[in-house]
C-alpha cells in the first residue's frame, strides 16, 4: 500500500502537535457512509517497551507497530505488517497518537492490500478536540476508518441504560455532542467504547464491530493486531 503521504511534519512539541490536530479537524468526513459490505477489514494497534510512558529522559521509548487485513466474511487473515521503532514523543493525553503514527503508517506502507476499513485501537471523535488516531489516520489515508476502545478517553454514558445483551449500546457524550457509541460486543461483558474515524457512519461502524466479534469482547482485528504487534515488539528488542 504505497502513496500514504503525511500532509505534515511530525511535531516537535505539544503546541505544534494540537496545531496539526485542528489544522486537520475539518477534513474528517463524519458522515460517510462507509463500505457497507467491506471485503478485506484491517486491525491496527501498537505495543510498548516498558510501561509505555516515560521510559527515557525525553519520554521515548520502543514501539512496535502491527496492522493485520482480514476476510471481512471468513475472518481469516489475509496480510499482515509491522513496523518498529522509538516512539520519542512525550506521553501527553490527547496527543497520544504521535506516539503512534509514525510507526504505524509505516506498516501499512508495507501492506500489498488495500483494505476497505481501518480499525483502530483507539478513538475517533472520541476526543476533546474530536480528533484521535482513527480520524487522522483516515485523513491520511484516504480509507474509512473507526476507533474501538477498551476505555473511553472523554464523555460520558447512562450505564443504567445499557443493556445486557450482545448489541445493545447508548450514546457516548461529551459537551452535549454525540462522539461514539458505548457497545455491549458480547452478553454480560465490558462493552467497547467505538467512534468514527473518518468517512464511516457510526452505525454503521457499530455494525462492522460486532460481525468483527462473533465470540470474544474485542473484535478480532483487534485481537490479532494486539498479538502481532507484541510479537513484533519482542522481535525487535
Not at 475539518?26 to 478485506?40: A, E, F, N, W
Request: glycine share 12%; aromatic share 4%.
Amino acid at each position: 500500500m504505497t502513496g500514504i503521504v503525511v500532509p505534515h511534519p511530525w511535531p516537535r512539541d505539544e503546541h505544534e502537535a494540537a496545531a496539526i490536530q485542528e489544522r486537520l479537524r475539518p477534513l474528517v468526513d463524519r458522515d460517510g457512509p462507509g463500505p457497507q459490505r467491506p471485503r478485506l477489514v484491517a486491525g491496527l494497534d501498537v505495543a510498548y517497551g516498558g510501561d509505555g510512558e516515560d521510559d527515557g529522559a525525553d519520554g521515548a521509548c520502543r514501539v512496535a507497530a502491527a496492522v493485520v487485513v482480514l476476510d471481512a466474511e471468513s475472518l481469516t487473515p489475509v496480510e499482515e505488517a509491522t513496523a518498529a521503532g522509538d516512539a520519542a514523543f512525550p506521553y501527553i493525553p490527547g496527543l497520544f497518537a504521535f506516539r503512534e503514527l509514525p510507526v504505524l503508517v509505516e506498516a501499512l506502507g508495507r501492506l500489498r492490500n488495500i483494505p476497505d476499513l481501518l480499525l483502530c485501537d483507539g478513538q475517533g471523535l472520541a476526543h476533546p478536540r474530536r480528533f484521535g488516531l482513527a480520524c487522522h489516520l483516515g485523513v491520511i489515508t484516504g480509507i474509512p476508518s473507526a476507533g474501538v476502545a477498551k476505555t473511553p478517553f472523554t464523555g460520558s454514558y447512562d450505564a443504567r441504560a445499557l443493556g445486557p445483551q450482545r448489541g445493545d449500546g447508548v450514546p457516548l457524550v461529551d459537551a452535549g455532542e454525540t462522539v461514539g457509541r458505548v457497545l455491549r460486543t458480547q452478553r454480560g461483558v465490558k462493552p467497547v467504547y467505538v467512534s468514527v474515524g473518518h468517512a464511516i457512519d457510526l452505525d454503521t461502524a457499530c455494525r462492522h464491530v460486532l460481525a468483527l466479534a462473533p465470540s470474544y469482547r474485542l473484535p478480532e482485528t483487534t485481537r490479532l493486531a494486539d498479538r502481532l504487534s507484541r510479537d513484533a515488539l519482542r522481535a525487535h528488542g
